[in-house]
Every structure is written in structure tokens, then in C-alpha cells.
């Protein structure tokens, strides 16, 4: 098939080179001509592993074009896949005017059939509005259907979740575009369930809030673990045996971030309040989220005192491994925390320091994991990167002024680095 994506961040980028790969005609449209040039180059504007090897396979290939122009793309796409940011508002509410001027440009350049599908995370309803805004500004002779096809991709994963996810949502009410995306998603294997674009709509909002929920709930229990005297993490072993429940996302931490998790809860509030429902548990969520960043200050005060001048090395920036995203990564809030209370941070992060920078701009960038901990009087571990899991706490303890650690992620076993002689904090244990 022929194929049209309107934006390349994470959905839309991964998401087209995945298709270019299986054999489609992708087109890219961006509205930039920096990052346009540079995509054209197979240099993309994010990290993911694996990506800009994909994307220059298919540049090679000239499966996969670049273009700032919706001509040829549009009229010759048997698929046009809207893939814009809905960043949120102030009140929690999801931005749409991207999506919409999106909807507006297609319906200009539509010509023959076109499936009009929305990748981007929106609220209920939206794609009606964007059936109204195709009908509005089409020419006469151009049809099309609309559809919502949510994306589930996990930032560090994201090809692979795109070639094998645990399910594909089709939401239309034609028959013809339901055909047209079943084929496409074909060669994925996966479970397709067809539903109505409202069920589409709220299934990705649905499914983003619910892991957050998993994460909040984890923090909960590690904190009642805490002062209870249980091991948290055999408690949430103990209950992700049951099928019913499942161990993904029951690990406790500096919070959930990231540019879901966070923007959907808040949205799906927002969402539930405009219909006049009180979704309470939501705001739950969001507060023990909150909390858990603070916990990590909390444990870092009680190792060192008083965080006047103490000197605190950071490991991990990113919200998660395998990234280089810094949006609402815990590491953030936790960082301006303790230099409130005037704690001098040294940060490194294999691949989030120059999106960190701009955003973290009074904290010294280290250009190793032992020039970070040199000197430290506490070293704390934000992210879960590999390279940390596999560093050698021997060489490290040399390095630093006093042996404290929290261990944000809990990657270390605490008797290990006690033996070490490390005064060691965790999460729930």
C-alpha cells in the first residue's frame, strides 16, 4: 500500500518505518525543514534503539520519503495516518488544534479514496469532529473514511512493539476502511479487535491510565512495606503470580513520566469530569506519583542530613533505559528538590544529557559514571540503564566521599552493597 504520516515523533516515525520495512510506500510529512533535512540524512530527531538504522535501510530502499509538501503524498495514499502531539493544557485537557489544522491540510488534498486515521492520542469525540472538518474542506470528488487506530509502543522498544503488539484497535464505522486497515495490520499477527471510534478513542486512554495506576499502586505498597517491615518486592512477586493481575508495571520507583502516562491520567480525568463523573481514583494516582519523587528526597536527607552543600551524584536522567526523553522524568522534580535545599548535583545519563540540559541547566553534566560519583557524598539512581546494573560498586565506593546510595530503581542487592560497605537505600525495601 501506498501510506501518508502526518508527524514524526516516536508514533509517527517508528510507526512508518516499520511500515516501510514490510514493503509499503510510506511518506513522511513534518513541518520543519531542519528536522525534514535531517530525516532525509536517516538521522532521526530522537533516540530509539534501532530506529536510524531502519529508517535509512528504507531511504536506501526509497520505500520511505520525507517531504514537507502534502502533494503527491495525500492524493496518492490509500492510508493517511494523523501522528501530531496532543500535549496537554493547563486543565489536563488534550491540545487538538494540531490535529485539526492536520484534518484541514488532507481534506485539501484528498483526490480518489482515502482511509483519514488518527494514531494520535485524543478524547472521545474527536474523530467525529475530524469527519466534519474532512467533509467541510474536501473537494467533491474525494471519499473517504475516518478511523482511530490507537498506538500502544513502549519508548526503548518501540520497533518491536510496533511488529508484534499484543493487540491492534480498529475503530470505524465503515466496512471499507476496516478491510483496508485489517490488511495492513496483517502481517503484525495480532489480535485485531474492530470497534466504534468512540471505544478506540477511550481504549488508548483506558490502557495508559491503568498502568499508571499499576505503578501508583506499587509505590503504595512499597511504602506501607516500609513501615510494616515487609520486602516489597515479594509482595508484588507474590500477587503478579496471579494471572489475574500480571507483574508488568508493579515495580515501585522515583514515579511514573514520560510523555503518556502522565498526560493521559490527567486527560482521562478531565475527559470523565466533562461527561460529570467524579473519576477519583485518577487523582489517587497522580498524588502518589507526586509522592514517590518526594520519598526519594526524603530517603536522600535521612543518609546525608542536610542537603546544604552536600554533594549528590545523579545516574539516569531520562524518564526510562533505552531513551534519551526527559518529558516529566522523575529525575526533574527530584533534581529541583534538593537544590532548593541547596544540594550540589553532578548528573550523567548515557544518552538524555543534551535534551536535559536546557531544562536542568544548574546542575553539572559528568562525561562518565565515575566522574559523576568522584567526590559524592551520596550517589542516587534515577534511571535503569544497563550500564549501571553492571557497574562495579567496588570501584565506585573508592571513589566517593561517603558510601551512601539510593537506589531509586532498585537495580542493586542491598546485602551486596552493604557488604561493600555502602549504607544503601531502596524503594519498599
Sequence with gaps: MTITFIGHGYVGLVTAAVFADLGNTVYVIGHTKEKVEKLKKGIAPFYEPGLEEMVKRNLSAKRLIFTLDYKPAVPTSDVVFIAVGTPPQKTGDAELYGVFDVATKIAENLEGYSVVATKSTVPVGTNRRIDAILKKNKSPKATYDVASVPEFLKEGTAISDTLHP?????????E??????????????APILNTNLE????????????????ISFANAIAKLSEVAGANAKEVL???GYDERIGRQFLYPGPGYGGSCLPKDVRALYSLSSDYGYDFSLLTEVENINKQAKRDIVRKAKKMVGDLMGAKIAILGLAFKANTDDMREAPAIDIIELMRREGAEITAYDPQAMDNAKPILPHIKMADSVLEAVKGASLLMILTDWDEFKELDLSSVIKLMDKPNIVDARNIYDPQSARDLGFSYAGVGR
Design 166 to 174: 499484543d493487540r491492534t484497535i480498529i475503530g470505524t464505522e465503515s
Design 176 to 189: 471499507k476502511a476496516r478491510q483496508v486497515l485489517n490488511d495492513l495490520h496483517a502481517p503484525f499477527e
Design 199 to 214: 471505544t478506540a478513542e477511550l481504549i488508548k486512554y483506558a490502557s495508559n491510565s491503568f498502568l499508571a495506576t499499576k
Design 237 to 239: 512477586d507474590g500477587i
